[in-house]
């Protein structure tokens, strides 16, 4: 059986080695809060999604999830649910707002959006499959400010990235 | 910061900063349920009022009347036909769960509320 691949295949792949690498380094780093971490992974997903379109950064965002949890031992865990699912609600949002009919977000506004929606879906994930308790919400606004901050820093980096990478690369 | 944010980025940031501190607000904020009180005489209850509502009760309990107060959010008993009037003593109850009682006149008050502290610790 002869598997052909494609350009795209190649760079997806490439894009989504290096999110995967980004995704070990900070998986190392220690966290203040179950559920807070930089996600500097979502400035290859933002920048893929400016240059490449949606598709590709679906593909490299959720494939980043995948290969990442196999790394890490966390395949199927909890922590794989949430970090699917958060990737799956950053992603649905992402393909609303770089529609042409929603406003035109530049890469500090996607990475906001990416960053508040994976936060929510994760969440949401977590309170209704794991800790139905309503004392959960009070880490909520905590998580998102945490998420917003986060969004804000990965956009800055997003947007220095893309200024290095030009409109029209193949 | 001349084109790092679009017209959209602007807007949506100041919505999230928005969203955020509402949040903070509902979810950390004083609890929205107004505090009630609950008034019991001869092992019954015989009043069940907002808190906020200022009114002078009589309220006849076993050895006679016992007149408590409700002002400013706050509950006391201010007369009771009790010897030691350690009813009285215990002055104002104004957070959900307190409960004071003239336990000769048989007559009680509580205060209700959402987040009821605790009644006793014990270690």
Avoid at chain 1, 31 to 57: D, E
Avoid at chain 2, 94 to 113: D, K, Q
Wanted: aromatic share 8%; glycine share 10%.
């Amino acid at each position: 059986m002869q598997v052909t691949t494609t350009r795209e295949d190649y760079r997806i792949a490439w894009l989504t080695a290096l999110a995967v690498a980004i995704h070990l380094v900070e998986a190392t780093l220690p966290s203040p809060l179950p559920g807070i971490k930089p996600g500097l992974a979502n400035v290859i997903t933002i920048v893929v999604l400016l240059r490449f379109g949606w598709g590709s950064a679906a593909w490299v965002s959720l494939l980043r999830i995948l290969v990442s949890s196999l790394l890490l031992g966390t395949f199927l865990s909890p922590t794989f649910v949430l970090s699917l699912g958060g990737a799956t609600a950053s992603i649905a949002v992402l393909w609303v707002a770089s529609r042409r009919w929603t406003p035109a977000f530049g890469p500090l506004g996607l990475s906001v959006l990416a960053a508040l929606a994976h936060m929510s879906g994760q969440f949401g994930l977590a309170f209704a499959l794991f800790i139905p308790h309503p004392g959960l919400l009070h880490l909520l606004p905590v998580l998102l400010t945490a998420a917003l901050l986060f969004g804000i820093t990965s956009g800055i980096i997003a947007r220095m990235m893309l200024q290095g990478i030009p409109e029209n690369t193949p | 910061m001349r084109g790092w944010l679009t017209g959209a980025d602007g807007v949506l940031l100041v919505a999230a900063i928005a969203l955020i501190g509402w949040l903070y607000v509902s979810v950390w904020g004083p609890s929205s349920m107004p505090l009630e009180i609950e008034i019991w005489s001869r092992g019954q209850r015989v009043e069940q009022l907002p808190l906020a509502e200022d009114r002078i009760l009589d309220i006849r309990g076993a050895m006679g009347t016992s007149r408590i107060e409700i002002k400013d959010g706050q509950a006391r008993f201010v007369a009771s036909p009790c010897t030691n009037k350690l009813c009285i003593l215990h002055g104002w109850q104004r957070h959900a769960g307190e409960t004071t009682a003239c336990v000769p006149n048989r007559v009680s008050l509580r205060i209700l509320g959402r987040d009821a502290r605790y009644d006793a610790i014990n270690f």
